[in-house]
């Protein structure tokens, strides 16, 4: 079973700054695209930024410039900064991985529980 545990989450003022984290564990042959979800209540889900496993980064807009996606493959795991946080950040962020959990198995879509993100004055 692969699992993904995120960490990080709060609260931060207005410009201030927070780094989530994701660690994946249990069967894993290789992980793909690892990404970061958001739903800020009364939305839908959105993706906030994609890490692909060729290493290539895209962005929603709205963090463009603030937030920043990496990952530590020795780890299995994908962090998420953020800076410059505004109040239209806050939200439930979810952590994805695409991971193949072994060699000629088919590509298993694996979503984190979800930190909360809170952005106040």
């Known amino acids: 079973q692969v699992q993904l545990l995120e960490s990080g989450g709060g609260l931060v003022q207005v410009g201030g700054s927070l780094r989530l984290s994701c660690a994946a564990s249990?069967?894993?042959?290789?992980?793909?695209?690892m990404a970061w979800y958001r739903q800020a209540p009364g939305k839908e889900r959105e993706l906030v930024a994609l890490?692909?496993?060729?290493?290539?980064?895209t962005y929603v807009d709205s963090v463009k410039g603030r937030f920043t996606i990496s990952r530590d493959n020795a780890k299995n795991t994908v962090y998420l900064q953020m800076n410059s946080l505004k109040f239209e950040d806050t939200a439930v962020y979810y952590c994805?991985?695409?991971?193949?959990?072994?060699?000629?198995?088919?590509?298993?879509?694996?979503w984190g529980q979800g930190t909360l993100v809170t952005v106040s004055s």
């Open positions: 994805y991985a695409a991971i193949v959990p072994k060699r000629w198995s088919p590509t298993l879509s694996v």
């Open positions: 249990g069967s894993i042959f290789r992980i793909n695209d």
């Open positions: 890490d692909t496993s060729v290493g290539s980064t």
